[in-house]
């Protein structure tokens, strides 16, 4: 090769070298590094102190188990994140609504999207909607029902004004008048004391009654054509460049299955929360 033909190899490889760097740089700042999050190339997501089942089990949100810490594992999947740079953080419930700055990127404990909190934070789109759920205590009536048949004799109860309320005339059709309370609390004490054999209420309401206020607490099942409830949302901060791809990422999810079968595994299956035919 002359002098002259080395010249020009040299100069056409640097002007080659030269158009690739900018296309090279380009592809470093893709991915999920791109992303404006709290610490750059890690995913912050909070959750709960502490955080109960079936949302989150042994209160070990980076074991991937439970509805919500494997909802936020499958989120980060679809925003290019892997498990190891997933970084969990702890709030309270009234810290992750209100107004300010945030300290994680994304944050669920079972928020239900609301106007009024939309006016602090920016909500995802809905990862799940509750669902009215029959709860019972053991030796009671009702507490052995595996089909809305044998709820067809039970005397049952409801807040009244509410979706659950609703779902005992409109669902289960029992023979006699669902009983109606001014509160929660108030229809509790009636099922504690004997005065009603279940009681209709939000799944997770009716988790944590099952499993902490009422002794010997059963979750019966879920009602299948039961208006949905409240819808909970992913929490970001207010204004964040990040709310328009956690949607996207969650309406994937709800799109190709995954959310529905997660709910099975945690919500139906694991929890005893079976759905009533």
């Known amino acids: 090769m002359t002098k002259k033909f080395r010249r020009a190899a040299v100069c056409i490889a640097a002007v080659c070298l030269a158009a690739m ?3 090279c740089s380009a592809s470093s700042e893709s991915g999920s590094g791109a ?3 709290v610490t750059k190339g890690k995913l912050t997501i909070a959750t709960g102190q502490p955080a109960y089942a079936p949302w989150v ?3 070990k949100p980076e074991s991937g188990e439970g509805f919500e810490a494997a909802v936020a594992y499958a989120v980060a999947a679809k925003l290019g994140f892997a498990k190891a740079d997933v970084v969990w953080v702890r709030t309270s419930f009234d810290q992750a609504i209100a107004p300010g700055p945030k300290n994680f990127d994304f944050n669920l404990q079972q928020f239900s999207i609301t106007d009024e909190r939309k006016k602090n934070v920016d909500f995802s789109s809905a990862y799940y909607s509750t669902t009215q759920t029959v709860v019972s205590v053991a030796g009671s ?10 709820l067809k004799s ?5 807040q009244v004004g509410t979706t659950s309320y609703s779902a005992i005339s409109d669902v289960i059709k029992p023979a006699k008048k669902g009983l109606a309370f001014n509160t929660n609390d108030d229809a509790v004490a009636a ?6 054999d279940a009681l209709v209420m939000d799944l997770p309401t009716a988790l944590y009654e099952a499993a902490v206020d009422l002794k010997d607490g059963k979750i019966v099942g879920q009602l299948p054509t039961a208006q949905k409830g409240d819808q909970f949302g992913l929490v970001l901060d207010k204004g964040s460049q990040l709310t328009t791809k956690v949607t996207a990422a969650v309406d994937a999810l709800r799109a190709d299955g995954t959310l529905a079968a997660l709910e099975q ?3 139906t299956a694991s929890a005893g929360a079976p759905v009533l035919k």
């Open 21 to 23: 760097l900018p296309a």
């Open 35 to 37: 992303l404006p999050t």
């Open 57 to 59: 089990l042994n209160d």
């Open 141 to 150: 009536k009702a507490a052995d029902a595996t089909s809305i048949a044998d």
């Open 154 to 158: 039970a005397l049952l109860g409801a």
């Open 191 to 196: 099922l504690k004391n004997g005065q009603v």
């Open 265 to 267: 595994k945690w919500l």
